[in-house]
């Protein structure tokens, strides 16, 4: 199987599970109920002429405001013509008018998204100039322009509806088909010979259609307000009932006789909400959610069947440690039920140490460290027998107390450094907020002392540093701006998760040989997080092999290296060689096409990769 | 920063240009005679022609776009067909109206729609987010004008806590100006907050995800200052949508206006579609876009100050 098969056997997954769509709205409550009632009141209006137990348009004015009766259930209206009969014939204008709208905003949204996203260009920027222009075109005026000059034509007034609905449409096609585009498939499809309209009727428009038909459920419930807006202006044929018409009745009579604008306004109503939740729900269908755990603390949150012992020793005393974990176990909450990822780990860092923790994607080891620092995402639980940190027992600790040794006993390095900053703040204000907030130091204080760890992590112009913006500055700077923010509160243990990874092979030594001088000045225990044996071999005392959850093995960094008990371990430590090698071509590569101008587009790109990351390791 | 607002003004002049040309010609085609509707059936073939010299429209066509352009260049508006009074002069009357219908519904939008969005991004899950979900789905597919009738029967026939209909001027009564603006204000709020505050609450969802939300986090900041991380980085999607409603309220408050009695210049739309007074209708969609473009000017400046990123670009 060549790359481009798996890739093209990967797509035909993603659309089997897309098609899945319309069966699961069959079987949510949130779709069937709105749905069936839906059909219902399109079978009403389709079959009004059989249903309507009277002439919509006949006038009894011996029957005028009569109240409900027998004759005429819903009562009648101010000429004595039979409301049920004109809310049943409403339904039917009021279907056919929605339909002429969407048929409109389909038939030319869909195709000019589809071609300005395929094709981009100077098609795309005046399509997206028209399609903005439109949007900030007040509708309605508009509208009473083509009313008034077309005497009122009903249908050319739903196409025009339909016109200002076009931008909603154009807007998704074109975004579903830039994203596709950019799909590694289309790529092997195109240089597997295939045309323009091929490819698009092929790929993209399998794309396109869940979105539009969310957004046409959307789009019926506004084409309808629109058009009862319209007839209750009393834009409209006087001899077609509509629902719209009836509420301006209803309305100038509401004083006296209420149930005539009840009637009308709850069709409309309900019509319009069943459409929204039958769009809500296929929305909600549609996005995958990531479920959510709820955290109790001191209370067991673990996956059934999750009793495996724990794995791992302490080396020191317990008040010999910075830091020491007994019998840590997480879990996730997966739309497949809680899954363990963690089975029982047991570790410790003494003051002073350097500990690494090494492991493929999965092994647990970055769940381990986010448990510590109680940082773990939102569907994410931990227990444990015993965290100790800088002497706190903290495994009954509330969230508050836990927060408390952020930044005062843990610093946390990250690993992917350009999405570690928030982008809409300078980094001044990012190194001085913790500074003044959590460790209450006067303004210029906190300025001094961010100048102070920027200077010490190598940032020869703090100044300018700090009055940049994250993506004014390289991954290089931004990553020995998060060690000075990790170090500024003089932390006791300092946790690094993959510090070097997203960093260049020049870089990385640079970062190591700082962390290690910080370590050692501030007499901080070091928990190094890495997949990679030469950080192990650089920098660390001890090591701590992790795979699937466990810890497979450990010891002192000289003899492991030399004898590695298990295969597992011999297998990283090879693989680190070799990786040493391909990583190095790697980066060779990443750097010319920085010098190329590539920057934004890699930095765009970087977060999205340390989210595989993160979902990688949840997943296993 | 000059350049990108002078970018963003031009864009916005062209906008105002092709629009205002557009519905000049989309008028003319549109209403072939106004004579007839300006007049009434009963008027004479030599009374329309009459009234047709009068307001110039036996001129041809290009003519008469000059002649309406280049004193819309100037700032005139032109005569009103229908009581051949300055254009200019009805629409500072009626504008305020509306403007203040529509600044006071913006205002409720923004309110609500980010208190809103921020709770049940932050909480997402939970049974306020799931309860507000629901309702909103409902509240924003309706119509203004429907929820206005059911404001209206409910708090202004049954309780008679707002005036049903009519408008007080603020200089006669501040107290009862804003309680004649308060049930259109919120019927042609409702669907703008729930908007907002979904696309709030997304944004919010997604920005939690964010890697530099845990590193803040990790430097011991509380859930509070870092939450104003998030909705900061958030805020422009809710910002973006608020702009958008903006336009939409305008075209909605024509139906509102409607109900309420409220002499706007939503009243005077449909007022001057039903006489085919085209020069009312031009000044009328000129003042709207102009509106339209000023908010979209402001989103873009508020979005700069936001994201450092599009101040730079």
């Given at each position: 199987m060549t790359t481009t098969d798996i890739r093209v056997a990967f797509d035909r997954a993603k659309q089997r599970r897309r098609s899945g769509l319309f069966r699961r709205f069959l079987r949510h409550p949130g779709g069937y109920i709105p749905l069936g009632i839906f059909v219902l009141i399109v079978l009403v209006g389709v079959f009004a002429p059989l249903l309507a137990p009277m002439d919509p348009n006949f006038v009894d004015l011996a029957a005028a405001k009569a109240p409900p009766s027998a004759a005429h259930l819903l009562g009648a209206d101010s000429?004595?013509?039979?409301i049920l009969s004109r809310l049943i014939y409403g339904t039917r204008i009021t279907i056919w008018g929605a339909l002429i709208t969407i048929v409109t905003a389909v038939v030319i949204g869909v195709p000019s998204g589809v071609a300005a996203g395929y094709f981009r260009g100077p098609f795309d920027r005046v399509a997206m100039w028209v399609s903005d222009a439109l949007q900030s075109i007040p509708g309605m005026i508009i509208l009473l322009v083509v009313a008034a000059g077309s005497r009122n034509n009903f249908e050319l007034l739903m196409v025009t509806v339909g016109v200002f609905m076009v931008p909603g449409y154009f807007r998704i096609a074109r975004s579903q088909t830039l994203s596709v585009r950019e799909e590694p498939y289309i790529d092997a499809a195109r240089v597997s010979g295939l045309s323009d309209v091929q490819i698009i009727s092929r790929h993209v428009l399998k794309a396109v259609y869940p979105p539009v038909i969310i957004q046409t459920a959307l789009t019926a419930g506004m084409a309808m307000g629109m058009q009862a807006g319209l007839q209750f202006l009393g834009i409209g044929d006087s001899n077609v009932p509509s629902w719209g018409a009836m509420m301006l009745e209803g309305f100038r009579l509401m004083l006296t006789y209420p149930l005539m604008l009840l009637w009308p306004s709850v069709a409309l109503g309900l019509t319009i909400a069943v459409l929204a939740i039958m769009g809500s729900t296929l929305a909600e269908l549609a996005q995958v959610r990531t479920p959510r755990l709820r955290r109790r603390r001191g209370a067991a949150a673990v996956a059934v069947g999750a009793t495996a012992p724990a794995t791992g020793t302490v080396r020191h005393t317990a008040e010999g440690s910075a830091l020491r974990v007994e019998n840590l176990r997480v879990s996730h909450a997966t739309p497949s039920g809680v899954v363990e990822v963690v089975h029982g780990v047991t570790l410790d860092v003494a003051a002073g140490e350097v500990v690494g923790i090494v492991g493929e994607s999965g092994s647990g080891k970055s769940q381990t460290v986010f448990s510590v620092l109680d940082l773990l995402p939102a569907s994410g639980a931990s227990t444990a027998d015993s965290i100790r940190i800088a002497g706190h027992d903290v495994v009954t600790a509330t969230p508050k107390q836990r927060q408390a040794l952020l930044g005062r006993e843990l610093g946390y390095v990250p690993q992917e450094p350009m999405s570690n900053l928030d982008p809409s703040y300078t980094i001044g204000h990012q190194l001085v907020e913790p500074l003044r907030r959590v460790h209450g130091m006067s303004g210029p204080k906190a300025k001094a002392r961010a100048r102070e760890v920027l200077l010490r992590v190598g940032l020869t112009d703090p100044d300018r540093i700090m009055r940049?913006?994250?993506?004014?500055?390289?991954g290089g700077m931004a990553q020995r701006v998060l060690i000075a923010g990790a170090i500024s509160g003089r932390p006791t243990i300092l946790v690094a998760d993959?510090?070097?990874?997203?960093?260049?092979v020049t870089v990385q030594a640079e970062v190591l040989e700082l962390l290690r001088e910080l370590q050692q000045e501030y007499g901080m225990a070091l928990l190094i997080v890495t997949h990679n044996f030469g950080v192990v071999a650089d920098i660390c005392d001890r090591v701590i092999v992790m795979r699937g959850g466990e810890i497979v093995e450990q010891g002192d960094v000289d003899p492991l290296f030399a004898h590695p008990q298990q295969p597992y371990t011999r297998e990283l430590i090879a693989a680190s060689l070799d990786d040493a090698l391909g990583r190095a071509e790697l980066e060779a590569g990443r750097r010319s096409v920085l010098d190329s101008g590539g920057r934004s587009a890699l930095d765009a790109a970087d977060p999205a990769a340390g989210a595989t990351t993160n979902t990688t390791e949840v997943r296993a | 920063m000059l350049l990108f607002t002078a970018k963003r003004l031009l864009s916005g002049v062209v906008l105002l240009v092709v629009v205002s040309v557009a519905t000049f010609f989309l008028a003319h085609l549109a209403i072939k005679d106004p004579t007839a509707a300006l007049l009434g059936t009963t008027a004479s073939p030599a009374q329309q022609a009459a009234l047709a010299t009068k307001i110039g429209i036996d001129r041809p066509l290009l003519v008469q776009f000059w002649d309406w352009f280049s004193h819309l260049v100037t700032g005139d508006f032109g005569t009103s067909w229908r009581n051949f009074q300055p254009v200019g002069a009805q629409l500072a009357i009626k504008v305020p109206v509306t403007l203040s219908v529509v600044t006071f519904a913006t205002l409720i939008t923004a309110v609500l729609g980010i208190a809103f969005g921020m709770i049940t991004g932050l909480r997402s899950g939970t049974w306020f987010d799931r309860v507000l979900k629901g309702v909103s789905v409902v509240l924003f597919a309706l119509p203004g004008f429907w929820v206005s009738l059911v404001l209206v029967l409910w708090?202004?026939?049954?309780?008679?806590?707002?005036?049903a209909v009519g408008y007080v001027q603020p200089s006669q009564s501040f107290d009862g100006w804003i309680r004649s603006l308060t049930l259109p204000a919120i019927s042609l709020a409702l669907g703008g907050v729930v908007a907002v505050s979904e696309q709030l609450r997304n944004a919010v969802i997604a920005q939690s995800r964010q890697d530099w939300v845990r590193t803040l986090r990790s430097r011991g900041l509380s859930p509070a200052r870092v939450n104003l991380h998030i909705l900061r980085n958030a805020s422009p999607a809710a910002l973006t949508v608020i702009a958008l409603m903006f336009v939409g309220l305008l075209s909605g408050a024509i139906v509102v206006e409607q109900i309420f009695s409220l002499p706007g210049i939503g009243m005077l739309t449909n007022q001057s579609s039903q006489n085919g007074d085209i020069p009312m209708l031009l000044g009328i969609t000129v003042v709207s876009i102009v509106f339209v473009v000023i908010i979209n000017l402001l989103l873009d400046f508020v979005l700069g100050w936001i994201n450092p990123k599009v101040r730079v670009a």
């Open positions: 000429t004595g013509r039979d940049s913006y994250p993506h004014q500055v390289s993959e510090p070097t990874t997203a960093l260049d | 708090f202004a026939v049954q309780l008679k806590w707002f005036p």
